[in-house]
């Protein structure tokens, strides 16, 4: 029941200890972000978090922002590796409102 209990816990965003959290945050994220480029400047983390949603569990969409305007880059997190590696194979070259997006793995996550 370890694996379960886990999961549960990384839902609610709970880490205990000072030791679990290192461990966990690794668990966590490792692989599990992308940072998309050349999204259109109107995007909403909202609707960057809908379309990569068929890639599976969105855990968290972020649009990059300067001075109140979009830059035009975000990350989007899956709660797992597989729908990252699975949203960069899918969603790598496709349009949004006529933008090629530019889909990777977010090495810096």
Do not use: Y
Request: proline share 3%.
């Amino acid at each position: 029941g370890a694996i379960l209990e886990r999961s549960i816990d990384m839902d609610r965003g709970f880490l205990s200890g000072p030791m679990g959290s290192g461990i966990r945050e690794r668990i966590g994220s490792k692989g599990n972000q992308i940072f998309v480029r050349n999204l259109p400047f109107d995007l909403t983390w909202q609707k960057l978090k809908e379309k990569f949603s068929q890639c599976g569990h969105v855990m968290f969409a972020e649009i990059k922002m300067e001075n109140g305007k979009s830059k035009g880059c975000g990350t989007v997190r899956f709660d797992s590796p597989e729908s990252a590696e699975k949203a960069c194979r899918i969603m790598n070259g496709i349009k949004i409102s006529g933008r090629e997006i530019d889909v990777r793995l977010d090495r810096n996550a």
